[in-house]
């Protein structure tokens, strides 16, 4: 249904804009078409799981190229995991926030096809993994705050990226990440598939747009191993309770910021004042914890992450 | 340098001495059984295609006579086979089955699970002695849904790590797993981050974790405390990786060449330690916690 609905105000914003550049600008019609859009808009009220997904992966949805041009300051960018190679898919570096040095860390897309190429969708292998870990550990040891960005459908599924340590990759992060002494704050930005995501993601604070999903597989994926058959998507994205507001209430997620009706790619400036004023909420109850609380904080939090469905026998 | 602090007792009562009340008490011993008629019965080797009785290949630990190939073993016997004369206490953990998604039949499925296999989950967790050395072992079993990891099992895996922790006795845990367990969702996704941050905070309390990986070791479970040993073992021909082979050869568009994924290429790629069979895991596990009972300085 969003995705009709969408492509359709894509066509009006096009004809507007479209319009406005001729030489004698037909007001009327544009009105006629920012109607015609605002009632597109106010249909995406109720969204489903699966529309929910569609908006995720939406290609003009912003990135984390985007936060950083819009939330951060001087941003200095880092590459390599110093171990012999560069992985584009990881984006990350030492940045002003509000006036703090902080190091940024997040999963990487393209706008368009030769970006993606070069930064694998957003895909990462254990190079990157190991690199947005060798960012963690220096922004420990200088004492920044940490703010990662999740937005992948996943780890990738390469046999390089498996003769590398794939594995071990993702698992040194869980470790490591769960000890650090220094405020880390996760935004679920897009899709927050599978170990690919979470690698990134043992937080002090998890926070997750309104309409970015986060899951233990991609739902096709989750289609394929459970019944063999990756078309039966739409269902899976039901089943898998996928949405900010599901993981929410498991109790997975600590807060969920908003996104203007349609989805994010729709109004980004909101968006951007929207995940800054969160981060910043967030940011401020964390500098209050002393370097070892911080890590107690973080570990209290995942170790009982599970506890409301934990029966007792 | 760190020095691991473990208190590793060397005894020579063959019976395991513990205090801790959530350990309950019961020990079986390995007997020589006579065949049944299902283990008479004849059985042919996946690899090399000899054909066997059912009992020859169970009396030799689960393990092709003619060339070697490890079958799947209960997680109590590969204890049994393991420790100190047959002598093991399991550990309590007190949770149960929960269905975070409402996943449909999902109950039934793990009840029926359980009559059959005659475990709770998929995870076995017990405290044994090998060759006079405590140990908390913990098994994994891949004929309990594929070994997967639920909020049951990482929480039983997590109890064992906490209890070592607690006890500073090192730590070994078989995993066999397809990854995390699909009917629980987001919360088996969780499974990693929290069986990992137990397992740092282990290990920077000094203590010592041998993993040892046997086939399959995957997904979730490979991509957290499977992969973070001090040491890491794997038996012969295990299918070690984060992705299943399927899903790389649609990603690549090729067939995977052969091996790939298996310990020994693991090993070739500097994952493992050493591959050890199971006829001397006892005795490398014994090693591995002699060299490790004393501190290096
Ligand atoms: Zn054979």
């Known amino acids: 249904m969003i995705k009709e609905i969408d492509e359709k105000i894509t066509e009006i914003e096009l004809e507007i804009e479209k319009l406005k550049n001729e030489e004698i600008v037909d007001e009327a019609q544009i009105y006629v078409l920012k109607r015609q859009k605002h009632d597109l808009v106010r249909m995406c009220k109720d969204l489903d799981a699966h529309d929910k997904v569609y908006l995720a992966r939406h290609k003009k949805r912003p990135k984390i190229t985007d936060y950083i041009d819009n939330i951060f300051e001087d941003f200095f960018e880092q590459k390599g995991d110093a171990l012999g190679k560069e992985d584009g898919s990881i984006y990350g570096g030492i940045a002003l926030y509000k006036g703090l040095p902080v190091t940024v860390i997040g999963h990487r897309k393209g706008n368009d096809l030769q970006e993606n190429i070069k930064c694998n969708f957003g895909m990462p292998g254990p190079e990157g993994y190991r690199k947005a870990l060798r960012l963690m550990k220096q922004a420990e040891k200088f004492g920044r705050p940490i703010i990662t960005f999740i937005d992948t459908p996943g780890a990738y599924p390469g046999l390089e990226a498996e003769t590398n340590g794939q594995s071990i990759a993702i698992a040194t992060n869980l470790a490591k990440m769960s000890a650090l002494k220094v405020p880390v704050i996760a935004v679920v930005t897009g899709e927050g598939s599978s170990g690919g995501a979470l690698a990134i993601g043992v937080a002090n604070s998890v926070l997750m747009l309104e309409n970015a999903v ?9 289609a394929t191993i459970l019944w063999k058959d990756s078309s039966r998507s739409a269902e899976a994205c039901d089943m898998m309770k996928l949405t900010a507001k599901d993981l929410y209430n498991y109790g997975v997620i600590d807060d969920i910021i908003p996104e203007p009706l349609g989805g994010a790619h729709l109004n980004p400036k909101n968006v951007y004042k929207n995940v800054d004023k969160h981060i910043s909420k967030e940011l401020e ?16 939090k995942f170790r009982n992450i599970d506890s409301n469905y934990m029966n007792l026998l | 340098m760190k020095i691991p602090n473990l208190r590793l007792l060397k005894r020579k009562s063959n019976q395991v001495i513990l205090t801790d009340s959530v350990v309950s008490d019961m020990s079986v011993k390995e007997e020589k059984p006579s065949a049944t008629p299902v283990e008479e ?11 066997y009785r059912k009992i020859d290949i169970k009396e030799n630990m689960n393990v092709c006579p003619s060339c070697g190939h490890h079958f799947v073993i209960s997680a109590e016997r590969r204890v049994r086979l393991l420790v100190d004369n047959g002598f093991y206490k399991p550990l309590k953990c007190k949770v149960a089955f929960s269905n975070p998604l409402d996943y449909p039949d999902y109950e039934e499925k793990i009840v029926s699970l359980q009559e059959k296999t ?67 969702g987001i919360l088996s996704l969780m499974q990693m981050a929290k069986t990992s941050a137990a397992m740092e905070k282990f290990n920077l309390n000094g203590g010592l974790y041998i ?11 490979s991509a957290s405390f499977a992969t973070l040993g001090d040491i890491t073992l794997a038996e012969p021909g295990a299918l070690i990786g984060f992705a299943g082979p399927r899903v790389i050869e649609q990603t690549i568009g090729q067939k995977l060449p052969e091996g790939f994924q298996r310990s020994e290429f693991q090993m070739e790629h500097g994952f493992v330690d050493q591959i050890v069979s199971r006829d001397k895991m006892r005795e490398t596990l014994a090693q591995i916690l002699r060299l490790h009972s004393k501190k290096g300085r």
């Open chain 2, 118 to 184: 005659g475990m709770d989950e998929a995870v076995f967790t017990c405290v044994g002695a090998i060759d006079g050395y405590d140990a908390v072992i913990v098994v994994m079993s891949s004929k309990f849904l594929m070994g997967s990891m639920g909020i049951v099992v990482g929480e039983k895996v997590t109890q064992a790590i906490e209890y070592a922790d607690r006890k500073k006795l090192p730590l070994i845990i078989f995993t066999a797993s397809g990854g995390a367990r699909m009917q629980e």
């Open chain 2, 41 to 51: 019965a004849m059985t042919q080797c996946p690899k090399c295609k000899q054909e």
């Open chain 1, 214 to 222: 986060y899951s233990i597989l991609s739902p096709e994926g989750y």
């Open chain 2, 211 to 221: 993993s040892v990986l046997t086939h399959p070791t995957t997904g979730g479970v």
């Open chain 1, 285 to 300: 109850k964390l500098v209050k914890l002393n370097p070892d609380e911080l890590a107690k904080h973080r570990y209290k």
